[in-house]
C-alpha cells in the first residue's frame, strides 16, 4: 500500500511539471489550446462566464473583467473583435498570481496565469480598448487544474458609444419621434370634435 501511495505521489509531480505552471506560450495565442499533453478540454458547458464592469466600450476608458465560477489555476485571457483571432487592447497591470502574455507582437495583448495559485471571483483584470475597436468580447481558456479545463468561455459583446449615445439612446430618440406625431393626431381629433 505504501509503495502505491509512493507511485502515485511521484506521478502527480512529474505531472505538475509538465502543465505550464508558470503561464501559457506564446504559441497559444490563436487557439488557446493549453499544451497540456495527453489532456483534452471539458465536452461539457463551462461552469465559468466572464462578466465586463461595463456594458459598451469608450477610447481609453478601462474596462474590468473577473472570470466567476469555481476556484480556478490556470488561464489565458484576451480580448478579440468579430472572428479575428489577434488579440487586441492593451491589459493594465495583472492581478496577483498572474502575469501578461504577449500575443501577435502585442506586448500587453493577453494575460496567463503567473503560477498554480489560486484564483477566484475576486481576481479582477482590467483591460483598455485601442480606438479602432467598435466591438468586442473577451475570451479566455479556464483550468481548474492540469487535467480539468475549458476553452471558448466568452463574454458579451461589447458595443463603442464614446459619448455620442449608445444604440439604446437612438432607439429611444425614434421612440419618442414616433410619440409626436400621436400627439399630433390627437390635438386634431380634439379640434373636429369641437
Not at 5 to 33: E, K, Y
Request: glycine share 8%; hydrophobic share 35%; with cysteine.
Amino acid at each position: 500500500m505504501d509503495g502505491t501511495l509512493l507511485g502515485f505521489v511521484i506521478l502527480q509531480v512529474f505531472t505538475c511539471a509538465s502543465c505550464l505552471p508558470n503561464g501559457a506560450p506564446v504559441s497559444t495565442c490563436v487557439d488557446m489550446m493549453p499544451r497540456h499533453t495527453g489532456v483534452q478540454p471539458q465536452p461539457t458547458p463551462a461552469p465559468y462566464t466572464i462578466h465586463t464592469g461595463s456594458t459598451s466600450l469608450q477610447t481609453g476608458k478601462p474596462i474590468t473583467v473577473v472570470i466567476k465560477g469555481p476556484d480556478y489555476h490556470g488561464v489565458l485571457l484576451e480580448a478579440r473583435s468579430g472572428s479575428d483571432t489577434t488579440a487586441i487592447g492593451t491589459w493594465q497591470t495583472p492581478p496577483a498570481n498572474t502575469k501578461l502574455l504577449q500575443c501577435a507582437e502585442n506586448l500587453q495583448g493577453a494575460i496567463t496565469h503567473a503560477n498554480t495559485n489560486t484564483k477566484d471571483n475576486s481576481t479582477v483584470y482590467t483591460w483598455t480598448p485601442p480606438a479602432t475597436a467598435n466591438s468586442v468580447y473577451f475570451v479566455a481558456t479556464v483550468a481548474q487544474q492540469r487535467t480539468v479545463y475549458w476553452l471558448n468561455v466568452k463574454s458579451a459583446n461589447l458595443i463603442k458609444s464614446d459619448g455620442g449615445g449608445t444604440s439604446l439612446d437612438v432607439h429611444d430618440s425614434a421612440e419618442s419621434l414616433n410619440v409626436i406625431p400621436a400627439v399630433l393626431l390627437i390635438v386634431l381629433l380634439q379640434c373636429v370634435v369641437e
